[in-house]
């Protein structure tokens, strides 16, 4: 049985606290059902107010979302007395030989106390930008919606903690029982952070960013390079990319083809526009390259994404 603290920040992120709550309760109840014995032994640590808290090696210290919906909001929470507290946790956490798991903007906390230095990280999709400016000595991989890099682990916005506590099942208590519990509260298992992500909402984060964004909208019939965009907003294409790294974490022709894929998936779900016709009218005189595009952005085909859409665009979700 493996004894396992969950962090709880006063006003953090209720839900990520839920679902990491609600998981390790369905682990366990599968495996009492199975006449086995439960493999967590969960605590839930308040933040508010300052108690003894105790490591050993082979603990398992979870940190869920901190909460907020801005930059400036996350910053000001991790000055904040719980945040630092849970600062103080984990590197005590870590130096008992504990492993630690955080999603969403909890991954700060591992970044804030050192454990992700030079480590391979991911954290939720649109605080990336922020996340590489404070530490940037993490190897953040932002499309990723779990990154076990155990002893730590690290998960991207507020709904991928089901996500790392799938991950979590999976290592502590056995792959099976992770997907007997995926099967119990019907989930699927998910890549990538890539479909969820707004783009829009990244480039408005940034004036040029958001202007080469909108030249890119406005002409995305036609064939250009990623120079011409550069150009049209006064960048050198060395210092456009650059630009599009720090605020997107994508490369120019990333940056554009996400702009002609969710421009194609937007016809995809509100005309009946054949495959052919849509790649045309973003930019693809071959409807091939826009099949491989958005199989390998979203997981799945041009028909398979018209019948089974159901992800509204994300402006500015909680984390």
């Not at 004894?3 to 599968?30: K, M, Q, Y």
């Not at 007997?180 to 509260?185: D, Q, S, V």
């Not at 022709?253 to 009946?272: G, H, K, M, P, S």
């Amino acid at each position: 049985m493996t004894r396992t603290l969950v962090l709880a920040f006063p006003d953090g992120l209720a839900s990520s606290l839920a679902i990491t709550l609600d998981a390790l309760e369905t682990a366990n109840h599968i495996s009492r059902q199975g006449g086995r014995r439960p493999p967590f032994q969960v605590q839930t640590v308040p933040l508010r107010r300052a108690g003894p808290v105790k490591f050993t090696h082979g603990d398992l210290l979870i940190v869920p979302g901190l909460g907020g919906t801005s930059e400036q909001e996350v910053i000001a929470r991790l000055a904040t007395l719980p945040a630092r507290r849970a600062i103080d946790l984990v590197g005590r956490a870590s130096k008992a030989g504990a492993s630690i798991a955080a999603s969403c903007a909890g991954t700060f906390v591992l970044a804030e106390a050192g454990l992700l230095s030079a480590r391979r990280a991911t954290t939720t999709w649109w605080l990336a930008a922020l996340f590489r400016r404070r530490y940037p000595d993490v190897r953040l991989e932002p499309d990723a919606i779990v990154m076990p890099d155990w002893p730590l682990a690290t998960a991207g916005a507020a709904m991928a903690q089901m996500d790392l506590m799938l991950s979590i099942i999976a290592k502590f208590a056995s792959p099976a029982l992770s997907a007997a519990c995926a099967r119990y509260l019907v989930l699927d298992r998910r890549r990538s952070q890539a479909p969820y992500m707004a783009l829009a909402f990244l480039a408005g984060q940034d004036e040029t960013v958001a202007q080469a964004e909108a030249w890119v909208r406005q002409n995305i019939r036609k064939d250009f390079s990623v120079d011409a965009v550069a150009d049209a907003v006064g960048l050198s294409p060395r210092t456009f990319a650059r630009r599009l790294a720090a605020v997107c974490g994508l490369s120019p022709i990333r940056f554009v083809q996400r702009i002609r894929i969710e421009a194609a998936e937007v016809l995809l779900e509100t005309t009946r526009l054949p495959v052919d016709a849509v790649a045309r009218q973003v930019g693809y005189a071959e409807p091939s390259t826009l099949r491989r595009l958005i199989r390998r952005e979203a997981r799945r085909s041009p028909a398979e994404w018209r019948r089974g859409r159901v992800m509204p665009s994300v402006r500015q979700p909680p984390a």
